[in-house]
Nanobody, 117 residues
Framework: QVRLVESGGGLVQARESLRLSCAASGISISNYAMAWFRQAPGKEREFVAAVSWSGDRTVEADAVKGRFTISRDNDKNTVFLQMNLLKPEDTAVYFC??????????WGQGTQVTVSS
């Protein structure tokens, strides 16, 4: 059974930091591109950041560029999202995603991030 378990969310004030983790089981993330998405209340799920299989390439959404950093530790089968200078508009449920194009795609259950002004 494949599981992606996000953790590290919480309630913080604006300009503070959080580090999200996504621990995978049932798959080896070294065979997957990994990404973070988020969904705010009343809005569609949106892309946040992604990291390549080896971790040498990353891409971030314009809204988080320069503030959020995605990374991966294939030995620990875990992906991270370092979020700095958080803003109230970053408030959302954050989801981890594992993707093998044309093959398998998996989602975690999400972790809530709330940023107060």
């Amino acid at each position: 059974q494949v599981r992606l378990v996000e953790s590290g969310g919480g309630l913080v004030q604006a300009r503070e930091s959080l580090r999200l983790s996504c621990a995978a089981s049932g798959i080896s993330i070294s065979n997957y591109a990994m990404a973070w998405f988020r969904q705010a209340p009343g809005k569609e799920r949106e892309f946040v950041a992604a990291v390549s299989w080896s971790g040498d390439r990353t891409v971030e959404a314009d809204a988080v560029k320069g503030r959020f950093t995605i990374s991966r530790d294939n030995d620990k089968n875990t992906v991270f999202l370092q979020m700095n200078l958080l803003k109230p508009e970053d408030t959302a449920v954050y989801f981890c995603n594992a993707d093998q194009p044309g093959n398998h795609n998996y989602w975690g259950q999400g972790t809530q991030v709330t940023v107060s002004s």
